[in-house]
């Protein structure tokens, strides 16, 4: 199982910036997905996570209303637009898949058991 991220750069605030995500291995379709970032000197943190049963979204409060989480169960893709971006969502970005059929989106780094690895975001004021 392995999840590719792309998309990652360098924007100025206000930019805008599309990550995607692609899983192989094994279809993703029952599995929960989601996006964590980690910026220097800071711990990992949960940003977007989107259920794979009812599409439901979640987000860490700071990016709602400007980020927004899609998937695309044929691709086997995550979607993460970025809109009105600031220099403090500068960090790695990291797609993560849950175990099928998990009943609840996770927001600990511990529930989720697959990791992509990472795609650099830059925004500059």
């Known amino acids: 199982v392995q999840l590719q991220a792309s998309g990652g750069g360098s924007v100025q605030a206000g930019g805008s910036l599309r990550l995607s995500c692609v899983a192989s291995?094994?279809?993703?379709?029952?599995?929960?997905m989601g996006w964590f970032r980690q910026a220097p000197g800071l711990e990992r943190e949960f940003v977007a996570g989107?259920?794979?049963?009812?599409?439901?979204?979640y987000y860490t409060d700071s990016v709602k209303e400007r980020f927004l989480i899609s998937r695309d169960n044929a691709e086997n893709t995550v979607y993460l637009q970025m809109s009105n971006l600031r220099p403090e969502n500068t960090a790695v970005y990291y797609c993560?898949?849950?175990?099928?059929?998990?009943?609840?989106?996770?927001?600990?780094?511990?529930?989720?058991?697959?990791w992509g690895q990472g795609t650099l975001v830059t925004v500059s004021s």
């Open positions: 993560v898949g849950s175990s099928p059929y998990k009943l609840q989106v996770g927001t600990t780094t511990g529930e989720w058991p697959y």
């Open positions: 291995g094994r279809t993703f379709s029952s599995d929960n």
């Open positions: 989107i259920d794979w049963r009812s599409g439901r979204t």
